[in-house]
């Protein structure tokens, strides 16, 4: 998803300033073919994250000058989830998760960037998108 809209020039996708990677949504393939999604659901105000099961991954063709676009992530560390935790907020909304995949940490919380009139971006928690990281950097920055 992008960090930008209606700007001239067209969408920013990724942006130094903010280490983290906002998107709707991320798809994950074990070893075994199994696919889990990990997505965003809706409590009251707050946005929490969720992982589901699905059957197969669904590539989506994005429309010419949307927010959003279909990607595959190579970035993102592979391997075997050697841990997994997780934070709530109010003792009811999964607002991070986090995986250990080898000697990387995949850190995944609900929020979303808002570009500001000067320019600047702000990280807004418990929003509608995924925010991902590794080792505390954004993606493709990790490793």
């Not at 919380?109 to 991902?132: P, R």
């Amino acid at each position: 998803m992008s960090l930008t809209e209606d700007r001239p020039g067209g969408e920013l996708w990724d942006d130094e300033r903010t280490p983290w990677l906002q998107m709707i949504e991320l798809y994950c393939e074990t070893g075994k073919g199994d696919v889990y999604r990990f997505a965003t659901y809706q409590d009251d105000c707050d946005f929490g994250l969720f992982a589901s099961p699905v059957s197969v991954i669904q590539p989506w063709q994005s429309e010419e000058h949307s927010i959003y676009r279909w990607v595959e992530l190579p970035y993102l560390p592979v391997g075997v989830v050697e841990s997994v935790g997780y934070a709530l907020f109010e003792s009811r909304i999964l607002s991070e998760i986090t995986l250990v995949v080898g000697e990387q940490t995949v850190q995944m919380k609900s929020g979303e960037v808002y570009e500001q009139e000067d320019g600047a971006f702000q990280l807004q928690w418990l929003n509608e998108s995924v925010m991902v990281q590794v080792d505390k950097r954004h993606p493709r920055s990790a490793g």
